[in-house]
């Protein structure tokens, strides 16, 4: 939690609260339905939460934004980001149904109001986001060939709506095969914890 405060330094109570409650509640689900590595556990701020909230150093979210988990597993980055975004709207989907069953018991305990939590495969959505984010799902040219249609136009943010995709290790081959425009944020500017020396954001426009 002191990892949260150092490099989040203006939280409201409220928020802050939310995050300490995290460690207990991942703690209690983790232990009936695996939706982080066992061993993460014990680093579930810097691993989790504080690499979910990168993308709240690349782009914050303004009230009223809609944003899009894809393969949201135990609730990354999605739950973290809708602490530190109560104005903006979260959809965190995936295709197994007891991780989003998780996902929503531990919304429901955060009292986080703006999170909808659903069972869906990412090819089958036709909502439209100002943004999608995702970690460790697939590679980055399928995941932009899944939720392009997810996108809306109506950008309202510095950065043009598109993907956020955290995303770790030597990505030269990946970002090479990527037909779309891009761009690579390192978390090391950010965070100065050693997990975050490989770690970065892939931002692809719409
Ligand atoms: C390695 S886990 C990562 C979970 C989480 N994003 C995290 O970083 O902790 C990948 C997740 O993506 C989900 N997933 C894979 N393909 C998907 C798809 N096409 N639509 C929705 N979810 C998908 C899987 O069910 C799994 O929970």
Redesign the pocket.
């Known amino acids: 939690m002191e990892l949260i405060n150092k490099y989040f330094p203006e939280l409201t109570d409220d928020q802050r609260s939310k995050f300490s409650e995290m460690e207990e509640l991942y703690q209690y689900w983790n232990a009936r339905v695996n939706v ?1 590595s066992r061993q993460d556990i014990d680093t579930l701020y810097e691993r ?1 939460i504080l690499h979910s909230l990168g993308i709240a150093k690349v782009q914050p979210f303004k009230s009223g934004t809609s944003v899009l988990d ?5 609730g ?2 999605g739950i973290p980001l809708a602490i530190m975004f109560p104005d903006a709207q979260f959809h965190l ?4 149904g007891k ?1 989003i069953r998780v996902v929503q018991e531990i919304a429901d305990a955060l009292k986080l109001t703006n999170v909808k939590a659903e069972q ?4 089958k959505l036709d909502d439209s986001y100002e943004f999608v984010v ?5 590679r980055i040219t399928p995941f932009v060939g ?1 939720v392009r249609k997810n996108i809306s136009r109506n950008s309202f943010h510095e950065l043009r709506n598109g993907i956020l995709y955290l995303k770790g290790g030597d990505l030269t081959e990946e970002l090479a095969e990527l037909p779309h425009k891009k761009r690579v944020f390192e978390l090391s500017d950010y965070f100065s914890e050693e997990f975050f020396e490989t770690k970065k954001v892939v931002y692809v426009p719409l």
């Open positions: 982080i989790h894809v393969g949201t597993g135990g990354f980055p989907v995936d295709s197994i991780k869906i495969r990412a090819e995702s970690r460790a799902v697939t899944w």
